[in-house]
């Protein structure tokens, strides 16, 4: 089964009604974006969802105490590390949280990434957060049994094709579910989800 993660999650009302289509897991941003909440913030969000949703919080180069501290107070379940981190934070933070670690798509496949000391990795666009793809190509040289996310530019009108092509362990979406920055759209949501499960 493709797990489906919706990222950039601002209202308390779009986490439930993620939750209630079924979504996996919904993703926090606590770098500079759009979407960027705060952790008390995120906190209020969190506490209007059930035990079975994971809140993973999205960090770009914080300090470690700095993300440990953010993670306690959103009451969060997993990190996802979206800077330059080395493997010795991702090490230090997966002692208490799971660690998701995200890499931009560029040019040839680099292999050392699937080295990378986390519990699954994102790979994302050139430009995270602009909702733009990368060559689907770059994943025939993804080794079997990696937990790896794919996101960029992912919308209930390709998620198929990507699907068709790779079986990841998750989807990751943002924009391509929005009406506007930080605001789910129902509709896209749910049709997102019956793209997922129909060629997943």
Same mark, same amino acid.
């Given at each position: ?39 008390? *913030? ?22 470690? *105490? ?19 981190? @080395? @493997? ?33 990795? !994102? ?19 993804? @080794? ?9 530019? !992912?919308? @209930? ?20 579910? *929005? ?13 997102? !989800? ?7």
């Amino acid at each position: 089964m493709v797990r489906v993660k919706v990222c950039g999650v601002t209202r308390r009302e779009d986490a439930r009604m993620l939750e209630a289509l079924g979504v996996h897991a919904v993703g926090f941003v606590f770098a500079p974006s759009r979407r960027r909440v705060t952790p008390e *913030e995120a906190a209020g969000i969190a506490a209007a969802l059930g035990p079975m949703v994971a809140r993973v919080g999205v960090f770009v180069d914080a300090p470690p *105490e700095e993300v440990l501290e953010v993670a306690e107070a959103a009451r969060l379940t997993a990190l996802q590390l979206h800077g330059d981190e @080395p @493997p010795q934070v991702a090490r230090r933070l997966g002692r208490r949280y799971p660690v998701i670690k995200a890499f931009r798509v560029r040019g040839a496949p680099d292999p050392a990434i699937f080295r990378y000391p986390a519990d699954a990795l !994102l790979l994302d666009g050139p430009r995270p957060g602009s909702g733009t793809a990368f060559d689907w190509g770059w994943l025939a040289s993804v @080794p079997a049994g990696a937990r790896v996310v794919v996101a960029g530019g !992912l919308a @209930p009108e390709n998620v198929c094709g990507l699907l068709q092509r790779f079986r990841p362990y998750a989807v990751d979406v943002s924009s391509g579910v *929005e009406a506007r920055p930080g605001v789910k759209d129902r509709d896209r949501v749910r049709a997102f !989800l019956r793209a997922v499960e129909g060629c997943g």
